[in-house]
């Protein structure tokens, strides 16, 4: 073999080398760009997946603390009279004073404008509404920092909330589960409504009529955190006089 001919081969050589280097350095990239996309996926939707929870200890706590107990086995309802004096229910309306906004809503139902037509204010953790909040929190066992900051919300005549789920959904609501999934609510009516008003449980077939100072409590979620489509209810229109509750949503931990 000539010298010319030995570098012309060693040439095309590395030139195939460099081409083969480039090839595989192309399809690894490739690769990793498309896998790292593929799990981007999987990371950000991991916080829609149901996750399985322990409830029976806060039941415990509830079927003793609850003067009836409504609803179904897997869907109860627990009422608990007297929860609040007639003297906090006063202070935390008279708290409120000034505060009043028109209710948000998780999403805005573009074909019903009124589908959720009270006024509310969030607790601002001072006086009567810090006492209040701690009470609640204690009453079930659960740390106010898997929690929503509680809501007084005050009805007028006709104002009401249509039918509707606590939990969040999964398919709609993203966004808010990065926070944890809603658990637990607790509901203390803070007056007597003269008509109306009350909270019906629209697949349950069962009412509950505002009395002051009773808390109405149920869980939204079940065991394997799904949700529990059973919890459905409704806050009625008010037909005489007005309605003034609290609302409090305990969350689960995310692990995402």
């Known amino acids: 073999m000539s010298e010319e001919s030995g570098s012309d081969w060693k040439y095309k050589f590395c030139l195939f080398f460099c081409l083969f280097l480039v090839i595989i350095g192309f399809v690894l990239t490739i690769y990793l760009v498309l896998n790292t996309k593929e799990n981007l996926k999987i990371d950000k939707a991991k916080h829609l997946l149901p996750v399985p929870w322990e409830r029976k200890h806060t039941e415990s706590i509830l079927e003793k603390n609850a003067s009836q107990i409504l609803g179904t086995p897997e869907t109860p309802i627990y009422i608990i009279n007297n929860f609040m004096s007639s003297a906090e229910c006063d202070a935390i309306i008279k708290s409120s004073v000034g505060k009043l906004v028109p209710s948000p809503l998780t999403r805005q139902d573009p074909?019903?404008?009124?589908?959720?037509?009270?006024?509310?204010?969030?607790?601002?953790?001072?006086?009567?509404?810090k006492y209040i909040e701690r009470k609640i929190t204690e009453?079930?066992?659960?740390?106010?920092?898997?929690?929503?900051?509680?809501?007084?919300?005050?009805?007028?005549?006709?104002?009401?909330?249509?039918?509707?789920?606590?939990?969040?959904?999964?398919?709609?609501?993203?966004?808010?589960?990065?926070?944890?999934?809603?658990?637990?609510?607790?509901?203390?009516?803070?007056n007597d409504v003269e008509e109306g008003g009350e909270t019906r449980f629209v697949k349950l077939k069962q009412n509950v009529y505002p009395k002051k100072g009773t808390a109405v409590v149920w869980c939204n979620i079940k065991e394997d955190g799904t949700p529990d489509k059973m919890t459905m209810h409704q806050g009625s229109p008010v037909i005489a006089g007005e309605k003034w509750i609290i609302t409090k949503w305990f969350l689960q931990d995310n692990p995402y």
């Open 111 to 129: 074909n019903d404008d009124n589908f959720r037509t009270s006024e509310t204010c969030y607790f601002d953790g001072t006086g009567i509404q």
């Open 139 to 190: 009453n079930i066992n659960l740390q106010k920092s898997n929690t929503e900051d509680s809501q007084i919300q005050h009805y007028r005549i006709g104002n009401e909330f249509k039918a509707h789920w606590d939990y969040f959904d999964p398919k709609e609501d993203g966004e808010f589960l990065k926070n944890g999934q809603r658990t637990w609510t607790f509901m203390v009516y803070l």
